[in-house]
């Protein structure tokens, strides 16, 4: 664990040494709270309340809602349905899951944002064994910043989803902004060991409206394979809506 540790420091800090050469005099936080399955530095303002809505394979719904509390944290919950759309029965509701993310850093001129937060949000629950297929993130710190050129938002991090084997993952994940209209999405999850496959996950965010976001993502590229549980592992196709909302001071 300490070796993993040493590692993903390094590669933490090289990874935002390419930034030390930038001229601007402002650095560009990414305003997406999330990507597709990787957490950014970003958090849900102040007062705002903000809905993701994912609609994955078999009719399944699963719904994120989260609240900026406080400046810079926000509390959430996720609440995932499977079956809800279609003729597939029957239709039943997994356990909701919860979610807290904390900026501690705003980012500066060599340093990215950093958020610290727990997301107990996995992916295909199998009732029978009473755990996700797909671990959550679990407990994670990730950093966020532009990378090389405007627009082109980085973010790197690392998780622990299980706590009884203790395995210290990470993750990357890329977004370009393109005229505020479009986002081109990669992601790298579940780095570092073998016994847990890791994904590679991409899409494209189209903004309807400032405050109305549409995903249309592939997880799992290139994946075919099984589950321990004997389930398909593979490629999956997603759509996700996300809106955000302000609630006023409370």
Not at 135 to 142: H, N
């Amino acid at each position: 664990m300490k070796k993993i540790l040493v590692f993903f420091v390094a590669v933490f800090s090289c990874f935002f040494a390419f930034c030390e050469n930038s001229k601007r005099d402002e650095i560009v936080l990414t305003p997406d709270v999330n990507l597709i399955d990787v957490p950014t530095a970003g958090v849900v303002d102040y007062s705002n309340f903000n809905i993701k809505s994912r609609f994955y394979n078999n009719g399944g719904v699963l719904t994120y809602i989260d609240i900026g509390i406080l400046q810079n944290l926000n509390l959430g919950a996720s609440f995932m349905v499977d079956n809800l759309i279609g003729s597939n029965t029957p239709v039943k509701m997994v356990k909701p899951e919860m979610q807290i993310k904390f900026r501690f850093y705003d980012g500066g001129y060599y340093i990215p944002a950093l958020s610290i937060g727990y997301d107990g949000q996995g992916y295909y629950y199998d009732r029978g064994l009473k755990k996700y297929m797909q671990k959550g993130k679990g407990l994670y710190l990730v950093g966020s910043r532009e990378l090389f050129f405007q627009g082109f938002m980085s973010s790197i991090g690392f998780n622990i989803p299980d706590y009884d084997q203790g395995y210290l993952y990470s993750f990357l994940g890329f977004n370009y902004n393109i005229d505020d209209k479009f986002n081109l999405i990669l992601e790298f999850d579940n780095l570092f060991h073998s016994d847990y496959p890791s994904r590679t996950n991409a899409g494209v965010r189209i903004a309807v409206n400032p405050n109305f976001f549409i995903d249309l993502a592939f997880r799992n590229i290139g994946r075919n394979s099984k589950f321990p549980n004997g389930w398909d592992n593979k490629t999956e196709r997603i759509i996700q809506f996300n809106t955000s909302i302000y609630l006023g001071n409370f």
